[in-house]
Nanobody
Framework: QVQLVEAGGGLVQPGGSLRLSCAAS????????MGWYRQAPGKQRELVAA???????NYADSVKGRFTISRDNAKNTVYLQMNSLKPEDTAVYYC?????????WGQGTQVTVSS
């Protein structure tokens, strides 16, 4: 079992940047596929980005070219670098770890993009 702790959310102006981090407990981090999801008020939770154990990444069309997901297995941490932020990026961002039928979620961190 893995515990996930997210950090890095906050208030940022449109066009700004923010980096989210998700630190995982335990020694099995490297075997999990990691993902970032977000949920805005009145919206369903959606996948933003995911990265496999081998480092392959994919992104939602809405963030492609602006966001970058990465992982540092030595630090048991996954990151989401968010650039050129837009007001529509405002949401609670959640970290997810998955393997087989198991799925774990972080507590979420609020990202607000506003002038």
């Amino acid at each position: 079992q893995v515990q996930l702790v997210e950090a890095g959310g906050g208030l940022v102006q449109p066009g700004g940047s923010l980096r989210l981090s998700c630190a995982a407990s335990g020694s099995m981090f490297r075997i999990y596929t990691m993902g970032w999801y977000r949920q805005a008020p009145g919206k369903q939770r959606e996948l933003v980005a995911a990265i496999t154990t081998g480092g392959s990444a994919n992104y939602a069309d809405s963030v492609k070219g602006r966001f970058t997901i990465s992982r540092d297995n030595a630090k048991n941490t996954v990151y989401l670098q968010m650039n050129s932020l837009k007001p529509e990026d405002t949401a609670v961002y959640y970290c997810n770890a998955g393997i087989a039928t198991m799925s774990y979620w972080g507590q979420g961190t609020q990202v607000t993009v506003s002038s």
